[in-house]
């Protein structure tokens, strides 16, 4: 594979002969395009480098449209959006494969703010790959630094992308692994992000929770639309934003990930998420993180995941849930995770759903129940659903379990199918 340098100077020198673009019709303002390809294009190339190269031609321009052509492109790193790039392949063809991971301990102490990394062993890292840095003291969540290999200082030292975020110590395990999103944002706008498939590579690559990343992943981005993508496979979430405006996720498959199957999350605002299918996820197949307001979430299909169907909580207030079907989580079909009522999930309304054959793998007093609501979630509104089980069933559990801190529910002419009770209180 070419450099990056060579990569761009012969995307200018094939753009030069390239067929001519019929000119704009009057009136018409047109972003710049770029295609790239396998064995087509403007810019070819079957990994990462020829994609990223080609978003930072068209981010360079101001905005603009990359086609990404049919093939498998190998990832060892991130495909990292810019503002006002529009990134659209070939659905069902257009694959972005995660390269098998990799993984070495710390030689030394990585310190708060240092911009580089020494690896015990560094025979499966190079210049370019994505990381994660932790230790057992920030293991997940916002706690591990991911980053980009930069530069080699030594034979066992890289400088990284980024500043580590915290003190990741020897003593306490601290190692880097190749992982990464396979497509990510971090602070960008206006991008749209349709007709990708992106394949985790679940079995070889290492894992990463959905704070930090996700098969397609955004941070403290704005104005993002993802469309008619599929992400499966991937050792962690598959589509992850948080802190994140105005994501619109609309007819797209997420299956078979490590983690999550959807995670809105960390205080986004008016999430759309219409049209879905989360499927056989390991956790839940939709998980509303903390501070998720205003959103819209309809038309989902949301069926087999290991965990919840929804699972939702601190301080997720005033969203939307209609038209969706819930069915055959192994947890509730919707949970409300256990809060106080100054951090709880207020004025969330449930309308038109299917909500059947959740709460199979749970035991006890959980086991068959369709709704959880545990904790001071106030005037919570189910109106119009269909709730329970399918067929008559000896596991069946109530079709609401709500604690009696759960004040102001209504539940209005709902369809309550083979279920235990309609609605149980308890303490």
Known sequence: MRDTTSVVAAAVLSMAVAPAIAAPVPGEIRGAEIRVGIEEGDLRGSDQRALQAAVDYIGGLGGGTVHIGPGRYLMRNALILRDHVHLIGVPGQTVLAAAEGAKSLLACDGDCNERQITLADPSGFRVGDGVVISDKGNSGGFGVTTATLTAQVDARTFRISAPLYFDYMVAQNASARRAFPVVGGWQVKDVVIEGLTIDGNRDKAEPLDGC????????????????????????????????????????????????????????????????????????????????????????????????????????????????????????????????????????????????????????????????????????????????????????????????????????????????????????
Request: proline residues 3%.
């Open 212 to 427: 930090r990343g996700g098969g397609i992943y955004l941070f403290e981005c704005e104005d993002v639309a993802i469309r008619r993508c599929v992400v499966r496979n991937y050792n962690g979430d598959g589509i992850s934003f948080q802190v994140s405006h105005h994501v619109t996720v609309e007819e797209c498959l997420s299956e078979h990930n490590a983690g999550l199957g959807l995670h809105p999350g960390s205080g986004s605002q008016s999430p759309i998420l219409r049209g879905n299918r989360s499927l056989g996820n390991d956790g839940d197949g939709l998980y509303v993180c903390w501070r998720v307001k205003n959103g819209l979430f309809e038309n989902n299909e949301i069926r087999d995941n290991h965990g919840a169907g929804i699972s939702i909580g601190h301080k997720d207030t005033d969203n939307q849930f209609r038209h969706n079907t819930i069915t055959g989580n192994g947890k509730a079909g919707v949970l409300f995770r256990p809060e106080s009522e100054a951090m709880g999930a207020h004025r969330n309304l449930f309308e038109q759903n299917t909500i059947l054959d959740n709460g199979g793998g749970e035991s006890g007093e959980l086991a068959g129940v369709s709704i959880v609501i545990r904790g001071a979630h106030h005037d919570l509104v189910f109106r119009d659903n269909t709730i329970g089980h399918s067929q008559p069933s000896p596991g069946a559990g109530a079709a609401i379990r709500s604690s009696w801190a759960a004040t102001g529910l209504k539940a209005e002419e709902n369809r309550f199918l083979h279920a235990k009770t309609p609605v149980e209180k308890v303490e």
